[in-house]
């Protein structure tokens, strides 16, 4: 079973940063557009921000200026950099990727989610 290897989360005052790793093999992480969501209890899993295999980003509207997502191809690395965190970023953040096995196959890889709290 491939799985993705999510660290960087942690306690973060209001203000504060924390950048997020995800670590895959280097078969899926070659063909794969990788995505970093997130889930506060009780509330959906939703997108926050993705990177295409050929680097193009997308973000949602709420992290735009705050959050940086980029990858290191040569160690099958994405980041996900947070800055001015608030409280509502709180949430279990958890890493995808999703590889075409084939036109209109989708097959996504997960991580096991590292946790982000933003308080005082």
């Known amino acids: 079973q491939v799985q993705l290897v999510e660290s960087g989360g942690g306690l973060v005052q209001p203000g504060g940063s924390l950048r997020l790793s995800c670590k895959g093999p280097?078969?899926?992480?070659?063909?794969?557009?990788v995505g970093w969501y997130r889930q506060a209890p009780g509330k959906q899993r939703d997108l926050v921000a993705a990177i295409t295999k050929g680097g193009i980003t997308s973000y949602v509207d709420s992290v735009k200026g705050r959050f940086i997502i980029s990858k290191d191809n040569a160690i099958n690395t994405v980041y996900l950099q947070m800055n001015s965190l608030l409280p509502e970023d709180t949430a279990a953040y958890f890493c995808?990727?999703?590889?075409?096995?084939?036109?209109?196959?989708?097959?996504?890889?997960w991580g096991q989610g590292t946790q982000v709290t933003v308080s005082s």
């Open positions: 995808n990727a999703r590889v075409m096995i084939a036109p209109g196959e989708p097959r996504d890889y």
């Open positions: 280097g078969s899926i992480f070659s063909f794969a557009a």
